[in-house]
């Protein structure tokens, strides 16, 4: 099993920054996905898998840490900026500083299903659900669940209309 595992005819830039895991999770980049310039792709803060489902895009500036894992779908398009961030720091301590705490338990990772569109600058938490063929506008901040064909935004994020 590759810690990394690009399909030959996905796409993905040289300016793109993408650093395998060191402790066996794996990132895979399936066909015909772009990876655009400036994006990061980084295994910490968790013990999940990133995937990267066929004909999906990761624009520039987006920033995806494995943490607890990220499962992107077919046909996603994840605007500028977006960041995927399945992990939150312990911090239930005070004679040790956050950075020494370790991780809090998972709370699912984050699944993002087929069809989707994530707005530019929108972050997305772990345990954050985004169903089949829905849209989350720019800027937005998910924690929850996402109904497929529903278009939601803001933070606190709110349904603003079904899709059509």
């Known amino acids: 099993m590759n810690a990394l595992e690009i399909h ?5 830039s040289h300016d793109a920054r993408i650093y395998p895991s060191t402790r066996g999770t794996r990132i895979v980049i399936r066909a015909h996905a772009h990876i655009e310039p400036f994006a990061l792709i980084r295994c910490v803060g968790g013990e999940g898998d990133v995937e990267i489902g066929e004909n999906s895009y990761v624009n520039p500036y987006c920033v995806l840490y ?3 894992g990220i499962r992107v779908g077919r046909d996603v398009l994840l605007a500028p900026g977006v960041q995927l961030v399945p992990a939150n720091h312990a911090f239930e301590r005070r ?4 950075r020494l705490q370790g991780f809090r338990a998972s709370q699912g990772g984050v699944e993002i299903d087929d069809d989707a569109w994530v707005g530019a600058g929108t ?5 954050a659900r985004i169903g089949r063929g829905a849209i989350v506008g720019a800027g937005s901040v998910v924690t929850g669940v996402v109904p497929a064909y529903e278009i939601w935004a803001g933070n606190p994020l709110r349904k603003i209309k079904d899709r059509p």
């Open 66 to 68: 494995s943490g607890n």
């Open 123 to 127: 972050i997305v938490l772990d345990g």
């Open 8 to 12: 030959p005819d996905a796409v993905v």
């Open 95 to 98: 004679d040790l500083p956050i």
